[in-house]
């Protein structure tokens, strides 16, 4: 079955950083292009990064853009989520989101999310 | 600040039909498929429609979606008290690269 869990979330000062990690299983990771999704506490979904199969092509949210970095290693089977310069409202659930093949861009995977909270 | 707009809320008895909008402008619904995805806190979102009005294998087909010019709209026929959720549409945004953006969500409560 395919899976996607997140983890690396935690309890971090403004200004700090943390570092997402998504390991995935049952499927073809090396295959699909990913994301990183967020929902603050009360607040709707945002998308926050996207990255191609081969990680080509990278795209980020204005919102965190120059402040995170996303990245994959294939061969691990896992996504990665770089967070420094963080700030209050940057806490969030974080979720890593696959783009379906088949599926348009539609996301069709999620994990259950990991929690990073931002706070002095 | 979401560039898709939704209704904060919907709500029906058992077996009504709900319907929920989704409203935006030609560089994102306007020239790219919609999807919509269903989300209960604490869980992982679900997708629910993809390309405006597809379901993926296992929705039931009380779920559609549409699309229209700017707009789109999730329609959900015979409510069931296991569809109280949030709902959100979401699609790609030509204005800013490489910009994939979500609806305010809607969230369904089965009365």
Known sequence: EAQLVESGGGLVKPGGSLRLSCAASGFAFSSYPMNWVRQAPGKGLEWVSHITSSSRTIYYADSVKGRFTISRDNAKNSLFLQMNSLRAEDTAVYYCARDGSGYGDAFDLWGRGTMATVSS | ?111
């Open chain 2, 1 to 111: 600040q979401s560039v898709l707009t939704q209704p904060p809320s919907a709500s029906g008895t058992p077996g009504q039909r709900v319907t929920i909008s989704c409203s935006g402008s030609n560089s994102n619904i306007g020239g790219n498929d919609v999807h919509w995805y269903q989300h209960l806190p604490g869980t992982a979102p679900k997708l629910l429609i993809y390309s405006n009005n597809q379901r993926p294998s296992g929705v039931p087909h009380r779920f559609s979606g549409s699309k229209s010019g700017s707009s789109a709209s999730l329609a959900i026929s015979g409510l069931q008290s296991g569809d109280e959720a949030d709902y959100y549409c979401a699609t790609w945004d030509n204005s800013l690269h490489g910009l994939y953006v979500f609806g305010t969500g809607t969230k369904v409560t089965v009365l």
